[in-house]
């Protein structure tokens, strides 16, 4: 009997997923949901909704000083959250 190549249940799961076109929303809502992680207990109570469009996070805050604090660390944010998630979901993050 000849062995043929052996894959993992993770693969193709991810494999399954891409086919199907699911992979990306729930790429998005995983970075969605590591924002109050990421983020930090502080952050999170000034943030009201947190949405992606177009590989851009919208994170609506309702502190105006937060918001230009975190607009000149956003490229930080960007970086963490991607490395949170394992893959490039955002590319820009918007302060609102």
Request: hydrophobic letters at 40%.
């Amino acid at each position: 009997m000849f062995r043929k190549e052996v894959k993992g249940i993770k693969e193709l799961i991810l494999r399954n997923l891409r086919v199907q076109g699911l992979e990306t929303p729930l790429l998005q809502k995983r970075l969605i949901e590591a924002w109050p992680i990421v983020a930090g207990e502080t952050i999170s109570r000034y943030t009201g909704s947190v949405a992606i469009r177009n590989q851009t996070l919208y994170v609506h805050l309702t502190s105006p000083a937060l918001r230009a604090d975190l607009s000149m660390q956003r490229s930080e944010y960007v970086k963490q959250l991607n490395d949170y998630v394992g893959s490039q979901v955002i590319t820009d993050i918007r302060f609102n």
